[in-house]
Structure formats: C-alpha cells, structure tokens
C-alpha cells in the first residue's frame, strides 16, 4: 500500500473526532472550519445527505464543512440539502525533478483530489426550488520515500486545496441566491 493512501485511511478515524477552531488561518479538516463563520441558508433546516459516496477523509472533511458553516436563517422556509456528488483522490506516479537536494531527480507520486457537492433548496413538500454547486481540487507531490510526517503534511494540503475551492464556490453561488 502506497504511504499516503494507507495515510488517507488512518485520517478518516482521526477526523471523527475533530474539535475546536482556530482562529483565522487556512482551512484545515484535524481544526474544523467553525472559523470561516456560518453560511445562512434561506431555509427552515439543513441537512446533510451522508448518501453512498465513500470518499474518506476528504469526504468527511467535506461533511466537517457542511456542519461547521451551513446554517438555516430566521424565517426561511423549505429545506437545504447538502450532497456530496464526487469525491476522488487519484495517485500517479510523476517523474520530473523533485529531489531533496539541488539537481537530484526523486521518484515521486502524484496526487490530485477533485470534489464536487451540492446544496439543493427544496420546499417542504420536497419540490425541486434550485441548487447551488461548489466544486474543488488540489495536487501534491510527495517523494516516494517521504516519511510520515511529510505524508501527513501532504494529506493536510490536499485536503485543505480541494475543500478551500470548494468553499470559495458556495461562498460565490450562495451570495447570488441572496
């Protein structure tokens, strides 16, 4: 099993027990996004559809997100939906210079995330009333020799790119619902 992969096993257990948030600074899944201040919604309640998408710790970062910044306002009507639709880390093996010292060439992985989920505004009776799409990626490369502090560091960032893109597009697509 390649070191981030079994790294991205192992950090799906540490965020099931994700606490308080810092007080400004990037998005990080292990602190929460409590931070970034709540999302109101134009509705009467929120939920998060944990559905079928196995997407591990960026999936349950994402969900992390969802709880931390997606709230109903006073006197909404209806039903926000949170969905995550795709969740995906691929790994590839990548050969230009990456090495630890000037001019060394290291074997390296490449790894790229992509995320995609949605908000869908429903009325009580459960009738479609619109919806609202954040999507996010992020790419790291890691030495295949990396040792776990440098897998966990990696994990961290590519983790935080793709749910920080995925946030700057709720942010976008929710302003204009206003």
Known sequence: MRPLVAALLCAGLLLAGCGGAPSGG??????????????FL??????????????????????????????PAAGGTGIARFVLKRV??????????????????TRALRYQAQI????QFLSDQNAPRGV???????????AED???????RALDRLISQAIAGMNDEFERALARRR
Request: without cysteine; charged residues 25%.
């Open 26 to 39: 990037p998005a990080s899944p292990e602190m929460g996004y409590l931070h970034l201040g709540p999302l």
């Open 88 to 105: 995906e880390i691929r790994e590839r093996p990548y050969g230009g210079p990456t090495g630890r010292e000037e001019g060394m060439v």
């Open 42 to 71: 134009p509705t009467r309640t929120v939920e998060i559809d944990r559905g079928n998408v196995d997407g591990g710790p960026l999936a349950d970062a994402a969900y992390l997100w969802a709880q931390d910044r997606l709230q």
């Open 146 to 152: 990396a040792n776990p502090a440098e897998q966990e």
């Open 116 to 119: 995609e989920a949605e908000v």
């Open 132 to 142: 609202a799409v954040g999507r996010g990626g992020g790419v790291v490369l890691l």
